[in-house]
């Protein structure tokens, strides 16, 4: 039972600290970072893994209108070998104008590959106690 009591402690002073970024960023609009992205969309649209939100910062692509929705399209990633006939599957979530407007300036602004790895360091720098 404390397990749970810390982990939705934890839970609870990441949103807060996110809302409170968020605010930051509509008032004074800094420069996107990727961790901050990716937090965005970890809890405005699905909290996914690492390698698929890399995978999606690496794709303009991934941003489609379906039936009147701005959309996120996500390919599940398998282990199956890359020459298989079978299609590939994915899931379509629904952007907020909030995460939709980040992945739009995100996507003009994007230098470089986006990997994983380096989305574990940003999160952790967004997440570190400001002092």
């Known amino acids: 039972m404390q397990l749970i009591s810390l982990q939705a402690h934890d839970a609870s002073r990441l949103y807060e600290g996110y809302l409170k970024d ?4 509509l008032n ?38 379906y039936e009147q929705q701005l959309t996120l399209v ?22 907020t104008p909030f ?6 300036d995100y996507f003009d602004t994007k230098d470089q590959k986006v990997t994983a790895k380096a989305q574990c360091v940003f999160i952790r720098c967004t997440l570190l106690p400001r002092k």
């Open 99 to 104: 995460t939709c407007r980040l992945l739009l």
């Open 22 to 25: 968020r605010l930051d960023f």
């Open 28 to 65: 004074h609009r800094p420069v996107l970072h990727i961790g901050f992205i990716t937090v965005a969309l970890s809890i405005e649209v699905a909290p996914l893994p690492l390698a698929y939100w890399a995978d999606i910062l690496n794709r303009p692509d991934a941003i489609e209108l």
């Open 74 to 95: 996500v390919y599940h990633q398998s282990k199956r070998a890359s020459n298989t006939q079978q299609p590939n599957y994915f899931t379509r979530y629904a952007l």
